[in-house]
């Protein structure tokens, strides 16, 4: 199976990110959307007169006769549903690496954190705009190396190149995509990571979590209870 370990969002988190997300990039709509001069939105193909249709939802052809898909190559958001924060790729796994890759996993320790998704940017190579925390806590860049050090134990090979903690938000994202008109200010709090499987669907990608691991308080019980702090 193709997975990752990493954070989820409460769906309060997805609901803000996706909020900020619709009003300081209103141009940005959902897959198979785009939007109109006066700023209505439409299924592509399915009225007369959408763009790369011919008016029988077809899609139209160039002056060469080649068939054209102009939604294809357009940015699209997220479903919010999909938002996470990617911890460490893994790829196509056997069975017997996702056996030893949660042996690993279930030693790990590390405490709760919250961190603030308050900056954005854009890659060029995957093509994507994302939101991500300005200043990252040192919790979360010790999660990622470990998760990261769990995987190579289990023998599977992850990608060497330093951690950028991100959240996509838009993909197909070039420069020439409208700059935010103001950045998120979006708190994250995280109380456990997760395995996650990437699953095609006739309607679109999902990723259903496979396993998780809370992240614990490194602390005596009296500790804990002085603080009010309930790992459970």
């Known amino acids: 199976m193709r997975c990752f370990i990493g954070l989820d969002l409460h769906s309060t988190e997805k609901l803000a990110l996706d909020s900020w997300r619709q009003q300081a990039l209103p141009e940005v709509t959902a897959r198979n959307m785009f939007t109109l001069s006066d ?20 899609k139209s052809k160039d002056s060469k006769g080649k068939r ?9 958001a997220v479903n919010a549903a999909n938002y996470h924060m990617t911890l460490s790729f893994l790829g196509h796994i056997t069975h017997r690496q996702h056996e030893a890759l949660v042996a690993e996993l279930d030693t790990l320790v590390h405490t709760p954190f919250s ?19 300005e200043s990252p806590p040192v919790e979360l860049m010790a999660l990622a190396k ?16 330093g ?8 993909r197909k994202a070039t420069v020439a995509l409208p700059v935010p008109l103001y950045t998120p200010h ?13 699953v095609s669907t006739p309607q ?8 998780s691991w809370n992240l614990r308080h490194n602390m005596s019980v009296r500790e804990k209870l002085r603080r009010g702090i309930n790992d459970e």
Not at 39 to 58: L, P
Not at 186 to 198: D, G, K, T, W, Y
Request: glycine share 12%; charged share 20%; aromatic share 8%.
């Open 39 to 58: 700023g209505r939105a439409q299924n592509e193909g399915r009225r007369s007169g959408g763009r790369g249709s011919d008016g029988r939802g077809n």
């Open 204 to 211: 679109g990608v999902t990723y259903p979590i496979r396993q």
């Open 163 to 170: 951690f950028s903690p991100h959240v996509t938000v838009i």
């Open 186 to 198: 979006v708190e994250m709090h995280a109380s456990a990571f997760h395995l996650f499987e990437s």
């Open 146 to 161: 470990s998760t990261r050090k769990a995987a190579r134990a289990a023998t599977i090979e992850v990608d060497g190149k």
């Open 115 to 133: 961190l603030t998704l308050d900056t954005t940017g854009i890659w060029n190579g995957p093509k994507i705009l994302f939101a991500a925390p």
């Open 68 to 76: 054209r898909d102009s939604g294809a190559s357009q940015p699209y």
